[in-house]
């Protein structure tokens, strides 16, 4: 069993920065791949990045590349999402996931959710 806590969100102006953190418990953190995913009111959750279990491959969303950041310090057992230049549009909840079978774009894929961080973007 993996327990997942997701923190750093809050309220930004556009063109602002935030660092969202994941702290992971439970099996062994190193084993598996990370993921963030995010979900805004009325619309189904989508990717927004994934790294791998050594952190030496990622990938990003169309919509967030050059903008986000992903990171993970297995040491600390956890996975950050830096987010610079942030739009009204990021505006979400933002969810990080584990998945023990590799790098995946679908959330269908990943066994263990966090409850949750909401990103507010004012424009």
């Known amino acids: 069993q993996v327990q997942l806590v997701e923190s750093g969100g809050g309220l930004v102006q556009a063109g602002g920065s935030l660092r969202l953190s994941c702290a992971a418990s439970g099996r062994t953190f190193s084993s598996y791949t990370m993921g963030w995913f995010r979900q805004a009111p009325g619309k189904e959750r989508e990717f927004v990045s994934t790294?791998?279990?050594?952190?030496?491959?990622?990938y990003y969303a169309d919509s967030v590349k050059g903008r986000f950041t992903i990171s993970r310090d297995n040491a600390k057992n956890t996975v950050y999402l830096k987010m610079n230049s942030l739009k009204p549009e990021d505006t979400a909840n933002y969810y990080c996931a584990a998945d023990f079978r590799g790098l995946s774009r679908n959330p269908d894929d990943y066994d263990y959710w966090g409850q949750g961080t909401q990103v507010t973007v004012s424009s």
């Open positions: 790294i791998s279990w050594s952190g030496a491959t990622t």
